[in-house]
């Protein structure tokens, strides 16, 4: 009987183990999910966006990553609207825009030949850090620009 009882106790544990890292995965996806959801809404909008306010940042030939304060003024220009719980409303009235995790997105850019600017924007993460496997790039067969390392 005791034995039956340490089997049954023993699987009973590794149930809620199992069980908490489903658990944790399902956040994590979800968390990525709306991470993901958010970047690309962003980014659309950055595509859409009038030129005249990538040009006043200056944007050469190479990769450029926005500072905080650049950042700040393309999204203030942008006004998501769509990310939810990713939108923060700081006192200066100046909103800010994070990840799941809490870490503001980044955002580069470039003017090609024909004077177009592109853009790429990331997430670093929960990890908070550029160039691991858990960045998320937008667009998605790009990675984050490899000059800005």
């Not at 409303?89 to 799941?100: F, G």
Request: glycine content about 8%.
């Amino acid at each position: 009987m005791r034995t039956m009882t340490k089997i049954l106790i023993g699987a009973g544990i590794t149930s809620v183990i199992v069980g908490s890292v489903f658990i944790q995965r399902g956040v994590e996806s979800a968390s990525r999910a709306a991470t993901y959801s958010c970047a690309l809404s962003v980014y659309d909008k950055l595509t859409r966006m009038s030129p005249a306010v990538f040009h006043s940042l200056r944007p050469g030939p190479e990769w450029q990553q926005l500072s905080t304060e650049e950042y700040d003024r393309v999204i203030a220009e942008l006004r998501p609207g769509d990310c939810g719980r990713l939108e923060r409303e700081l006192p200066e009235h100046r909103t800010v825009l994070t990840d799941s995790w809490g870490n503001r997105f980044q955002l580069a850019i470039r003017k090609v030949d024909d004077g177009t600017v592109q853009s790429r924007l990331w997430s670093t993460g929960p990890d908070d850090k550029a160039f691991t496997d858990d960045d998320l790039v937008i667009p998605e067969d790009e990675g984050i620009p490899p000059n800005l390392r």
